[in-house]
């Protein structure tokens, strides 16, 4: 028999405006229900009538009785689910959106590094002409540039696509082989090293697992080439920090931008710098609070994908993007 009414929990803690839009785009019986996902008996009481729970990440070992059949990501990383707490009939799906974003940040990185773009722009307002063509340095270009991809999913493909654009090359590694034009094609992770060999710039967009942390170290970047930017938008631990940090300061690069992070802040009110290392200090960083994507039209796209999963669930449809 058909049900009148669902519910969707979620934590108190994303109760902060990001997934207020859902109801917009609901269109079955859905009623929101919020607890603090920290009070493991509030939790359990409220997950056994619920229908969906919206959380990124899940850690508990709980009676879910017979009610629930969605554990819904409003991201798209999966590294904080743990996925042997879940019973097999309850489908954990996430939601993406975030590409179109996250390719035109590293677009912005990228040229700001070859252009000095704010580099010139800092000193004119100082009054010094650095970077003009009176008395140089000269800056550079993208056209010609190698950029090689870590991980050729939804966020490299978008990177691929504008960086074409710019007459740029492709080497992209990924765990499948993948024809992407009549030029360039994904080669296995086994060739990762090749990669840190011929690339300019390393934009890294795997997923967080066992076998991508620390995935960049001392040893990558002494592969790479003295100019080599490397971008980061996955996770923080793809990279090993302590090595980043010394291929920074020593210049084994030429320089990075960070996106993500390993120490992240619980409120705004204090001054929190994401690492103990003093990467703040660098003249070759760009560092970036985990922004890449947090534009004003992520929202709605991802309100919509997971009321879409929502109204699937309630019709007794497939759900899309579905992880497990």
């Known amino acids: 028999m058909k049900k009148n009414k669902f519910i969707y929990l979620i934590d108190e803690s994303n109760d902060d405006g990001r ?33 969906a729970v919206i959380t990124m990440s899940w850690d ?16 798209a ?11 097999k009939n309850i489908s ?18 990228m040229l700001n590094w070859v252009s000095k773009f704010i580099e010139i722009d800092e000193n004119l307002k100082r009054g010094h002409w650095y970077g003009s063509f009176l008395f140089g340095p000269r800056h ?7 950029i090689g991809i870590v991980g050729y999913g939804k966020i490299g493909k978008e990177v691929w696509r504008r960086c074409k654009s710019f007459g740029m090359k492709l080497f992209a590694c990924n765990k499948s082989k993948k024809k992407i034009d009549s030029v ?32 960049i170290n001392l ?14 938008v996955s996770r923080g631990k793809i990279i090993n920090e302590d090595d980043l940090f010394t291929a920074l300061s ?23 710098y994401p690492s103990e290392l003093k990467f703040h200090l660098l003249d070759n960083i760009y560092m970036s609070s985990h922004a890449s994507a947090w534009t004003e039209q992520l929202k709605p796209r991802r309100n919509k994908i997971i009321a879409t999963n929502l109204n699937r669930l309630a019709n007794g449809k497939k759900l899309l993007n579905v992880v497990t």
């Open 60 to 75: 508990y070992n709980l009676n879910y009785g017979n009610n629930l059949k969605l554990i819904q990501l409003p991201g």
């Open 92 to 109: 954990v799906c996430n939601v993406y959106e975030h590409e179109i974003p996250i390719s035109e940040f590293v677009l912005t990185g």
């Open 219 to 232: 040893n990558s970047f002494k592969l790479m080439k003295k100019k080599a930017f490397l971008i980061n």
């Open 19 to 51: 997934l207020d839009m859902i109801n917009k785009f609901l269109e079955s019986n859905w009623e929101k229900e919020v607890t603090d996902f920290k009070n493991l008996k509030s939790l359990e009481k409220k997950i056994i009538n619920a229908d």
């Open 184 to 215: 360039n094609s994904t080669k296995p992770m086994e060739d990762i090293e090749e990669l840190y060999k011929v690339s300019d710039f390393i934009l890294l967009s795997v997923p967080l697992n066992s076998d991508t942390k620390h995935l």
């Open 140 to 146: 550079n270009e993208l056209y010609g540039k190698t």
């Open 250 to 272: 020593k210049k084994i690069i030429g320089g990075a931008l960070i996106d993500t992070w390993n120490k992240y802040p619980t409120n705004n009110a204090d001054v929190f």
């Open 77 to 87: 990383g999966v590294d904080e689910i743990n996925f042997k707490c879940i019973p």
